[in-house]
């Protein structure tokens, strides 16, 4: 492990001033969870790591009108027992309880969680320089692909393992960017890009931006969720598959809902034509199962993952009936 | 790189030195002479601190400490090399097995995975902490009574979980249990009698 330099800012000014002048690889680690593995495994040699949780006033969990805002240094652990988020949003609550383990919700914070980096093995190793290292070819197409990608692959077929992520998106929020040249913000289902944009990297943040917050638009009437996580072990483990679901209910009869999914491609991956599926009927286990099957459709798998297929089918059609029985 | 980095750097290789020579006498001087050279950084924003090493102050199984780090150096490495604390394990080192586990703030976390310098002044227990002179926490006894422990290189990590479970849930169910030290493995899959364990501390610290 190389050494690097530790970076305690007072403040997020003190971070975008460091960084619009810093010339060398930084990185702003949230509960280092993520960061600290890929130093150790030398996928990654910083020369500064910034602490974004000695800021303060970077970690809370705050409801007004429009809803809710969660600083980005919230623990995890905060966000899974905050009991106004269980109450209102369901699966984004639901989501939160199931990251890794307690000793990691503990550690690693919300804005940590959307910015994490793949966990695919070729992408992991420090000796094997694939597309996303700069590389010229995605090792997984034709190696060892279990757990990777059966939507949007191609340059790259990691899947992305946050469970934060497809819960945020389905609720339509938002991600507050600070950076030197002020603050900006992106709905959260453009924070990530596929690797046709920049195989490099899973969002478009610059090496210059901070993830400052998160808002959540508050519920409306009738609004439901859940989200469903598939995993190999019982428990700590990365999503085989996850569905994030929000259903807009008027009656029985399904009025509005979004479908985002982990662990099936390279970005948090929405279902629109499942969305379309369902929108206007009333909540069954057919019709959740026939939307979950023309999802997909869309599906490419490789040749170790086409198991993947059929429990995303599984999980999409479970996830929208949990949210649905509310 | 600009000119106030730079600056800034030659403080921090000071402050290194010093405080290698120094010890915890050391580290009272580094804050001084920090506080001295750079009044203006208190008024306005100012460029932040980067450090290579640091001396942290500690607070381990109620006895304060100073100690010094690297910035690369971990929770557990301060523990386990520099307190000779070496009830928490170094076993995976990548935060996945729970061997290192003890408690910041109260909390569960992975000591091999935490950099020291993130958490000057915080507050750890380790499972050197627990026992009240010869009498043993009541998880520590539960573990005995129940054999939660089969080869015991898990078990500090996993009697840590369990205190932080049962401080936050004092009466978890079954699954609560379970889902409560899922953070940690057991190699000789003892896992029936760890849950075993965990359920009679629950009890008797129910009791009191």
């Known amino acids: 492990m190389k050494a690097f330099q530790f970076g305690s800012p007072k403040s997020l000014e003190q971070v975008t001033a460091y960084l619009a002048g810093a010339d060398g690889d930084v990185r702003l680690m949230g509960g280092g969870t993520d960061l600290l593995g890929e130093i150790k495994e030398g996928t990654i040699q910083p020369d500064v790591v910034v602490d974004l949780k000695a800021v303060p006033g970077l970690a809370f969990i705050r409801r007004d009108a429009d809803g809710l805002a969660i600083g980005a240094c919230t623990a995890v652990a905060d966000l899974a027992a905050d009991p106004d988020v269980a109450r209102d949003y369901r699966g984004l609550h639901e989501a939160a309880a199931v990251v890794a383990s307690p000793q990691l919700r503990n550690m690693g914070t919300v804005g940590g969680n959307l910015c994490q980096r793949p966990r695919c093995w070729y992408f992991r190793d420090a000796a094997t320089v694939c597309n996303k290292k700069g590389g010229s070819q995605c090792f997984a197409e034709q190696g060892r692909n279990k757990y990777h990608a059966v939507f949007g692959g191609g340059l790259c077929w990691s899947v992305y393992p946050s469970d934060l992520a497809p819960a945020l998106i389905a609720l339509e929020s938002k991600v507050v960017v600070a950076s030197p040249q002020g603050e900006r913000t992106i709905p959260l289902a453009e924070f990530y890009a596929p690797p046709i944009v920049n195989v490099r990297k899973e969002n478009i943040l610059s090496r210059q931006d901070v993830v400052k917050e998160i808002r959540v638009p508050a519920p409306k009437k009738g609004d439901r969720g859940a989200y469903v996580k598939f995993m190999e072990r019982g428990a700590w483990d990365f999503a085989v598959v996850s569905a994030a679901v929000k259903l807009t209910l008027a009656g029985n009869s399904i009025s509005d809902v979004r479908i985002v999914c982990g662990g099936v491609a390279p970005v948090p991956w929405r279902l629109k034509a499942a969305e379309d599926a369902l929108r206007g009927r009333t909540v069954s286990e057919s019709a959740a199962a026939q939307a979950a099957a023309r999802a997909a459709g869309d599906a490419r798998p490789l040749a170790e993952n086409g198991y993947k297929v059929d429990i995303f089918k599984a999980v999409v059609a479970r996830a929208v009936l949990a949210a649905a029985k509310g | ?208």
Not at chain 2, 22 to 46: D, F, I, N
Not at chain 2, 49 to 60: C, E, F, Q, R, Y
Not at chain 2, 151 to 171: D, E, H, R, W, Y
């Open chain 2, 1 to 208: 790189m600009d000119t106030p980095r730079k600056k800034k750097k030659a403080v921090s290789r000071r402050a290194f030195l010093q405080t290698m020579g120094g010890g915890a006498v050391g580290a009272g001087v580094v804050s001084r002479v920090l506080g001295k050279e750079m009044p203006a950084l208190q008024a306005g924003p100012g460029p932040m601190d980067v450090v290579s090493s640091k001396t942290i102050s500690l607070t381990v199984n109620g006895r304060k400490v100073k100690v010094a780090a690297e910035a690369g150096e971990t929770l557990l490495q301060v523990l386990r090399e520099k307190l000779q604390l070496t009830g928490a394990k170094r076993v995976c080192n990548r935060g996945e097995c729970g061997g290192c586990t003890v408690l910041v703030g109260g909390k569960p976390v992975y000591a091999c995975h935490t950099l020291a310098l993130q958490i000057d002044g915080a507050e750890i227990l380790t499972v050197e902490g627990l026992a009240e002179g010869d009498k043993l926490h009541p998880v520590q006894q539960a573990f005995i009574d129940k054999d939660g422990y089969q080869c015991g290189f898990c078990t500090p990590g996993f009697i840590m979980a369990s205190v932080g479970l049962l401080k936050k849930n004092p009466q978890p169910t079954f699954d609560e249990i379970r889902a409560g030290v899922s953070g940690n493995l057991c190699r000789c899959g003892n896992y029936q009698k760890i849950y075993a364990a965990v359920g009679a501390a629950a009890e008797t610290m129910r009791r009191g």
